[in-house]
């Protein structure tokens, strides 16, 4: 991205919201995982209105580690103006 945001004014403010989206993703899907599913809260609903068992997100299997995990080897990968996304989040985020 250009140091001055005026040459790509749109694609500067799609990127600070695309950045946003993943942050509200990540944040999202990281309760899920961490504390289950409250409907008070999330608001969740599967497209179908089929039952989940939502506890199998968090119940230890047999290593004693949840089946889904987001605190380490979290990989974000994008391609084309995702990928850019990326990059963006990885240079803007990580100081």
């Known amino acids: 991205m250009p140091s001055n945001a005026t040459a790509f004014p749109f694609r500067y403010d799609q ?14 899907f990281s309760l899920l995982v961490k504390h289950g599913h409250n409907p008070e809260i999330s ?4 497209t179908d209105g089929c039952n ?7 119940r230890p299997n ?6 889904v995990q987001c ?3 979290v ?3 994008g391609h084309s103006f995702g990928g850019a996304t990326v990059v963006s989040c990885v240079i803007y985020c990580s100081c």
Do not use: G
């Open 75 to 77: 990989a974000l990968v």
């Open 15 to 28: 990127l600070i919201f695309r950045r946003h989206e993943i942050y509200l993703a990540y944040t999202a």
């Open 71 to 73: 605190d380490a080897n």
């Open 43 to 46: 608001h969740l609903q599967t």
């Open 62 to 67: 047999f290593d004693d580690l949840a089946p």
């Open 52 to 58: 989940v068992d939502w506890e199998s997100w968090s």
